[in-house]
């Protein structure tokens, strides 16, 4: 595949509009940069944020993570933002037919 059929394929899933609105199934149109195919942002971001918000009042999560376990992910989340851990691992479940947490 050459880059151009990449960068088409890539906009065509992140793009589908032939489900009705408010379909389960619905991806709403994004505008996908060329960032997704070449690299990331991420350090850009970063520190564009550091101007405002210092080190320690960050909370970097690893998307695979997230999937893979989200209820460990979440109780992160509440420990950095100071609140109780209402949803942890035992409010996730392994789904065989999608082959992720649910």
Same mark, same amino acid.
């Given at each position: 595949?050459?880059?151009?059929?990449?960068?088409?394929? $890539?906009?065509?899933?992140?793009?589908?509009? /032939?489900?009705?609105?408010?379909?389960?199934?619905? $991806?709403?149109?994004?505008?996908?940069?060329?960032?997704?195919?070449?690299?990331? &942002?991420?350090?850009?971001?970063? *520190?564009?944020? &550091?101007?405002?918000?210092?080190?320690?009042?960050?909370?970097?999560?690893?998307?695979?993570?997230?999937?893979? *376990?989200?209820?460990?992910?979440?109780?992160?989340?509440? /420990?950095?933002?100071? $609140?109780?851990? &209402?949803?942890?691992?035992? *409010?996730?479940?392994?789904?065989?037919?999608?082959?992720?947490?649910?």
């Amino acid at each position: 595949m050459t880059d151009d059929e990449i960068r088409s394929a $890539v906009r065509m899933y992140f793009s589908r509009v /032939d489900l009705m609105a408010g379909s389960p199934g619905r $991806v709403y149109p994004l505008k996908i940069p060329d960032a997704v195919l070449t690299g990331s &942002l991420y350090s850009t971001h970063i *520190n564009t944020y &550091l101007h405002y918000f210092t080190q320690d009042q960050m909370l970097y999560l690893d998307a695979t993570e997230l999937i893979e *376990n989200p209820g460990m992910s979440l109780r992160r989340v509440a /420990d950095f933002a100071g $609140v109780p851990q &209402l949803i942890t691992e035992d *409010n996730f479940y392994f789904d065989d037919e999608k082959g992720t947490q649910a």
